[in-house]
């Protein structure tokens, strides 16, 4: 369904425009997923790391700091131990080193 809205406050006029998808069938109980914009920024740390991923940053073993720097640049402010969780738990990254010196690298490329 599209929206359109027309705001007016303190004399000054606000205009949109919204699309509108069905979360729920009326008088059911089976609820639809609202189905996800691919090209929505993730919000969290597994997230990020599948978007390195996905642009090849992990084809080079990287530190854990340097992880965060890269999330950095690009404006998220996960913390290290988030971080940390995020890259052990990809099935797709070889973690090396040791304990507070590992390093992550990719094991095979990601599909384009």
Do not use: C
């Not at 406050?9 to 949109?16: L, M, P, R, S, V």
């Not at 854990?64 to 988030?82: E, K, T």
């Amino acid at each position: 369904m599209h929206v359109q809205i027309r705001i007016t406050q303190d004399g000054k006029i606000f205009e949109g425009e919204a699309t509108l998808a069905e979360v729920q069938a009326y008088g059911g109980s089976s609820r639809k997923k609202a189905e996800s914009v691919k090209n929505e920024r993730p919000t969290k740390p597994a997230g990020a790391v599948d978007s390195l991923y996905s642009e090849g940053y992990f084809a080079a073993e990287r530190a854990l700091v340097d992880v965060r720097g890269q999330l950095q640049q690009g404006g998220y402010n996960f913390g290290a131990p988030s971080v940390l969780m995020a890259l052990r738990s990809k099935n797709y990254l070889q973690r090396r080193g040791n304990k507070g010196s590992y390093r992550f690298v990719q094991k095979y490329p990601p599909t384009p």
